[in-house]
């Protein structure tokens, strides 16, 4: 049996927490992917607990507790400054929407409860002195570095559809492979992807757009027909065949959706349709269409000063990054370059502003926020100097 004896600062300072469920004579373990990313000697963000205990024998045990899933059996204890999720082994059945256990059923048995988990690398627990327990071999695939789901993957993209994103999530996230009889079922069932919302498929369509290894995932999301299931990617294979050859994987999510616009070849007038059919924030779709469009003008003609000043510092910066993972030539130190050394960044760094016309005799309207705006062309170009005295020379010329 694996022991891990140097466990992190994460794992020491929840030890209290099994040791009292231990005490009371319940059973009780660390679970999941916190068990499976300190045996990778990845960073653990948090973790899980299940034990034998009743979501009430746990509730008895700790002084502050939340009832966060108890119908479920989860309960999350407030202990010492941090909160835990504490978790009742359980067995489930009945997935009508593919997504969720119409019955959980409490039992005494560990195995049981691992018996449900989704893949082997995932279904390992680990107990107050460090010892792994491990039933489905997630050991050895962690060493093959392979994805395999416990049991039948059938039996378990049936359970929770959700899990064939979760596939290619992890591949993209840990660098796996992933095991013949496992992505042969993603293929036998893809069309179930249908029945989960789009937010959860969101979420991890962005987690492996931004692995280290998204271009390998993505070519498995293809290959198994996910991508059929999605929004907007139905019958655009051959377009997004291009991503998995892209020089380098997107680091942040407006150059994931970007880049996914621009292989789609979609037109700018569809990107806020598209972009709302997959559930994004109206700011997301915003700075995703501001690229574009920079992206566009800089592949027609080198942008003129008052261009990069309308684009701005974010939109450059992105607009970069997206031209570099697609490998497209741009003089971006250049571009970069020129950006700074403009005489000012944003409109409320202009010297004056539309009170300021008024006081030299001009009436509000239309007339104003024309020459309000030919007055910051002119200082973005460099055609006047971005003070009041300069721009009141300038209005006397005009008069």
């Not at 979760?166 to 036998?188: G, H, P």
């Not at 920079?294 to 008052?306: Q, V």
């Not at 510092?313 to 050394?341: C, F, K, W």
């Amino acid at each position: 049996m694996i022991k891990i004896d140097n466990l992190p600062n994460i794992f020491t300072k929840a030890m209290p927490v099994l040791q009292r469920l231990e005490d009371a004579g319940f059973e009780a373990y660390f679970v999941g992917g916190s068990v499976r990313d300190v045996l990778l000697d990845r960073h653990v963000h948090d973790i899980d607990i299940t034990t034998s205990a009743y979501p009430e024998e746990v509730k008895e045990l700790f002084e502050k507790s939340i009832d966060t899933g108890i119908k479920h059996g989860t309960v999350t204890v407030l202990y010492e400054g941090e909160s835990y999720e504490i978790t009742t082994f359980r067995t489930e059945s009945g997935y009508q929407d593919f997504r969720r256990p119409d019955h959980v059923t409490f039992v005494q048995n560990l195995d049981e409860d691992l018996k449900r988990r989704d893949f082997t690398i995932n279904a390992l627990a680990m107990d107050i002195r460090g010892q792994i327990i491990d039933l489905f071999n997630g050991v050895e695939d962690l060493k093959k570095r392979v994805i395999r789901a416990v049991g039948n993957p059938e039996t378990r993209f049936h359970e929770d559809a959700l899990r064939m994103m979760r596939v290619v999530r992890f591949m993209s996230q840990l660098e796996f492979k992933l095991e013949e009889k496992t992505e042969r079922a993603i293929k036998d069932n893809h069309e179930l992807l249908k029945k989960i919302s789009i937010e959860r498929i969101r979420e991890e369509f962005v987690k492996m757009g931004l692995g280290s290894h998204s271009r390998q995932a993505f070519q498995v999301f293809l290959d198994t027909q996910l991508s059929e299931d999605v929004p907007n990617f139905a019958g655009k294979k051959d377009l997004l065949s291009v991503y998995p050859k892209l020089q380098f994987s997107p680091t942040m999510e407006t150059s994931l959706w970007s880049i996914i616009i621009i292989l789609l070849k979609m037109p700018n007038e569809s990107i806020g349709k598209f972009m709302r059919a997959w559930k994004n924030s109206n700011a997301m779709t915003e700075k995703v269409e501001r690229i574009i469009n920079l992206f566009d003008l800089i592949s027609e003609h080198a942008p003129t000063d008052y261009e990069l000043f309308q684009a701005g510092e974010e939109t450059l910066i992105n607009t970069i990054d997206v031209a570099h993972i697609l490998g497209q030539p741009i003089s971006s130190e250049a571009l970069v370059d020129r950006y700074m050394a403009l005489p000012i960044k944003k409109s409320s760094e202009l010297a004056i502003d539309g009170r300021f016309l008024i006081e030299q005799g001009m009436r509000p309207g239309a007339k104003l926020g024309e020459t309000l705006n030919n007055i910051r062309k002119l200082v973005v170009s460099s055609e006047i100097e971005n003070t009041q005295e300069a721009i009141e020379v300038y209005l006397d010329e005009l008069k």
